[in-house]
């Protein structure tokens, strides 16, 4: 059991943190306690990746639409730093942070763990052209943040 955390805890976090990078740490609590409740049976590692995955973004939108969050004022004037891994490049990580999430998580699924739209459309149980279409409004957002 706690080689499958382990093995998932970094793409959990980097997900939940794309989603809210101050409540990433109560995503990554509650997909982990909905591991151990659960204990899900994994075909393999691709099954239970994309199963941490699909999860996070479950509980990251969960989180957005509880009423507590509805009717609390947001915090969305503080910027939201995201770690993909490239320092010198703070431009595309704030272009990056402006994305909706679902642009988000595609963006990063697609580009920093290189899965392929078919992969991301079974992680997000969407289908693939739903994924090209996200891919191609985060590409265009992204490119009048960057031109801007």
Request: aromatic fraction near 10%.
């Amino acid at each position: 059991m706690t080689e499958i955390i382990s093995r998932n805890l970094d793409v959990v976090y980097k997900i939940a943190r794309m989603q809210s990078a101050n409540d990433a740490d109560d995503i990554v609590q509650e997909v982990f306690l909905e591991y151990i409740r659960r204990t899900p049976q994994f075909i393999n590692t691709e099954h239970e990746r994309a199963w941490f995955i699909r999860t996070t973004t479950h509980r990251a939108r969960n989180l957005f639409k509880s009423a507590w969050r509805r009717r609390v004022e947001s915090l969305d004037d503080v910027p939201i730093i995201i770690d993909f891994g490239f320092e010198d490049r703070n431009e595309v990580r704030e272009a990056l942070a402006k994305l909706s999430s679902e642009a988000r998580t595609v963006v990063y699924l697609y580009y920093f763990e290189q899965q392929d739209v078919s992969a991301i459309a079974n992680i997000l149980q969407i289908s693939p052209s739903a994924v090209k279409k996200r891919l191609q409004r985060a590409r265009e957002k992204l490119k009048t943040i960057l031109e801007e």
